[in-house]
């Protein structure tokens, strides 16, 4: 018999032609795979019915780790051309049919990790370990198939060590596409600020030492660039806070590993579960009343975003460092896309930091770690990018139509949707810069690529007038000669709950920050239902006014007096600023705020939920002026957390 087989998922880059290999030549079975294009793989098979059958309950049942199988298309015939090998054919570069799937980068695995730390071995102490189950991906990815040649390792020949292991199929690095040794590969380099370099025959542990010292490190991984530190010293902290201008915002850390994490948070067994999961984002853990930890980690939260190693540069600063856990944030200026090319390190960062830990590969694309907290049982993502980017979303959605959505401007990301699978991209972040503005675009275009999308259908953006994703997708779809296709903030968020959950009609309760209404007001805390016929809003937050539009959200004590405006008499309004709110007012500023509400001057109607928990923060006294996004709100959750639960007798009015 012969099966003619195709597979869709996340089948490249995952070690899913090796296991095809293996799994043939168990069952004695001939033929071939390839990696097809952008449309997964293609296997042949010829041989016993009963064989063949067997490799397909394994290849749907147990099939690589990272590799997901989502379809399998098998066509039998009787003829057979008479195979005498299974063997593994150079990549159909042809691209067809649906989008494959690119799969992410994931942390190193337990095989290469033992090697990396083995004296016997050849890639003793070497950090770019990798094999066919884990190493980065999508950030090293231009194009696909997925091949050495067209990722970033291309630079770097197989030496004959490795090429063994590349051609042979019994051997777990037999086609892992960024397979590498000390003899070819990428190598570590430390640089002194403005770029000399520091010769070291070990450059991270060099690097281990300075950070133990109290020296701030910038340290490229992959995907990215992380800002390094001890987390044990007020002093290093707060030079980092000043450099950095980041007075308040919470920074994440790299825990040593879990027990040592236990030591400082408490892991529960979903949190310890998604810690070590080869995906390893940052996860929100809630602090030890006792700790060995700076406090000025994250000053007023109860949590702490804590991840752990997941490449051999990490594994092996721990190895070499004292410290339970270093500070590792993503380096970036201000407002600006992280930094991933050594010489833009070296330029924009030497006036910030103490020494660079850069390595000689390219990455392709960054990718900011991922956030998230576990609610109930349940992970939910704060920031979806590294580990799980561009894993898709799969939908039942429009299968013929392709989807550009560039997002609104705060915390972007960008997302295509083609034959049914919604791609969302890594974290762009705030969109309010050239910089910021230009990495969103050279990621909308490399997604366009990637899925083999060469003009969308529809190009759709935030409603709001002003943002520059609004007037981006604006040019870009009269470019395209389409009608640029715009939608309420809130009902997007409904829209994504319900493809995520695939759900044919929700009720939602939005309660956000702010985003532009229908009606032109500041929306934030809507009742909106969706079902098949369409979108409304059915109600929300009573109308407030925010006196000084923006500058309510940084000091929400403006917020707070717009709240209380309509109920209140300005007198008591002006008492209330002045005795709780008075830190965080200026000499005088109660009284223009009180007239900006009578007058009505630069006052937009909100029914933001955000500004009523920032309302709540500042006149608790616990946050009055937000240097983050979400400050006072987070305060007030961690302040909240610590209290007594008691029954207070508030009564909600429902209005028509
Ligand atoms: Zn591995
Ligand atoms: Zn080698």
């Known amino acids: 018999m012969r099966a003619d087989i195709k597979v869709e998922g996340i089948v490249q880059g995952v070690g899913f032609r090796p296991f095809c290999y293996r799994t043939a030549t168990k069952f004695d079975l001939k033929g071939s795979v390839k990696n097809m294009g952008d449309a997964g793989v293609r296997i042949v098979l010829e041989g016993e019915e009963a064989s063949i059958k067997k490799f397909l309950k394994v290849l749907k049942e147990d099939n690589p780790p990272t590799s997901r199988v989502e379809k399998v298309e098998t066509d039998w015939s009787e003829e057979t051309s008479g195979l005498q090998e299974f063997e593994i054919l150079e990549s159909d570069t042809e691209k067809s049919g649906r989008p494959s799937v690119v799969p992410p980068d994931t942390g190193l695995c337990k095989e290469c990790y033992q090697e990396m730390m083995d004296p016997k071995d050849r890639r003793y102490h070497y950090p770019f370990i990798t094999c066919v189950n884990c190493g980065p991906r999508f950030t090293i990815i231009e194009d696909l198939p997925y091949d050495r040649e067209r990722t970033s390792m291309k630079e770097f020949p197989l030496c004959d060590y490795c090429q063994n292991e590349y051609q042979n199929p019994a051997d777990r690095r037999y086609h892992a596409e960024p397979n590498c040794c000390p ?64 007075p308040e915002q919470p920074l994440a850390i790299m825990s040593r590993d879990i027990e040592t994490t236990r030591e400082f948070a408490k892991v529960d067994s979903k949190e310890e579960e998604i810690l070590t999961s080869n ?50 944030t993503s380096a970036n200026l201000p407002g600006l896309p992280m930094v991933i090319e050594n010489s833009e390190a070296i330029s924009k960062l030497s006036e910030k930091v103490d020494y660079f830990l850069l390595h000689n590969r390219k990455i392709v694309s960054r990718c900011d770690d991922s956030v998230l907290r576990i609610t109930g049982d349940t992970p939910t993502f704060l920031r979806r990018s590294r580990g799980y980017v561009p894993t898709p979303i799969e939908t039942d ?23 049914g699978r919604i791609f969302p991209s890594q974290y762009i972040g705030d969109v309010e810069n050239v910089e910021t503005l230009n990495f969103l675009k050279t990621t909308s275009q490399k997604f366009l690529d990637l ?15 002003n943002f520059s994703t609004t007037e981006l997708a604006s040019d870009m779809a009269k470019e395209a000669g389409l009608e640029p296709k715009q939608i309420q903030h809130h009902k997007a968020h409904v829209y994504s709950l319900m493809a995520e959950h695939d759900l044919e009609e929700l009720v939602c309760i939005t309660a956000d920050g702010a985003g532009y209404g229908e009606d032109g007001t500041v929306w934030g805390g809507e009742v909106i239902m969706v079902s098949p016929e369409g979108s409304e809003r059915y109600g929300g937050l009573k109308k407030y006014p925010l006196p000084g539009g923006d500058l309510a959200t940084k000091f929400p004590a403006r917020a707070l007096a717009g709240i209380l405006w309509e109920e209140n008499e300005a007198e008591r309004i ?33 029914s933001s939920t955000g500004r009523v928990l920032d309302s709540v923060s500042c006149v608790l006294g616990i946050c009055g002026e937000r240097t983050y996004e979400g400050e006072p709100a987070m305060k007030l959750e961690s302040a909240a957390k610590s209290g007594r639960p008691e029954k207070a007798d508030i009564t909600v009015e429902i209005m028509e």
């Open 451 to 465: 899925f083999g999308i060469d003009e969308p259908d529809i190009i759709v953006s935030d409603l709001h007038p």
């Open 183 to 246: 003899n070819q590969g990428p190598k570590m380099q430390l640089y002194k600020t403005y770029g000399s370099k520091i010769s070291s025959s070990n450059p991270i542990e060099k690097a281990a030492e300075y950070l133990d010292a109290g020296k701030i490190v910038v340290v490229k991984g992959i995907g990215g660039m992380h800002v390094a530190a001890k987390t044990t010293d007020d002093i290093v902290l707060k030079e980092l806070r000043k450099k950095f201008d980041r």
């Open 279 to 328: 995906r390893r984002p940052i996860t929100l853990l809630e602090k030890r009343d006792e700790s060995i930890l700076s406090d000025l980690i994250a000053p007023g939260l109860d949590s702490l975003g804590v991840m752990l190693p997941y490449s051999g540069i990490h594994y092996l600063l721990f190895h070499h460092g004292k410290e339970p856990a270093y500070i590792m």
């Open 574 to 606: 002006e008492h209330i600023l002045k005795t709780y709110c008075k830190n965080w007012l200026r000499e005088g500023e109660s009284e223009v705020i009180i007239r900006q509400l009578q007058k009505n001057l630069n006052t937009p109607m909100a």
């Open 397 to 419: 959605s429009e299968k013929e139509i392709s989807i550009l959505a560039l997002g609104p401007e705060l915390d972007n990301t960008i997302s295509i949707s083609k034959g």
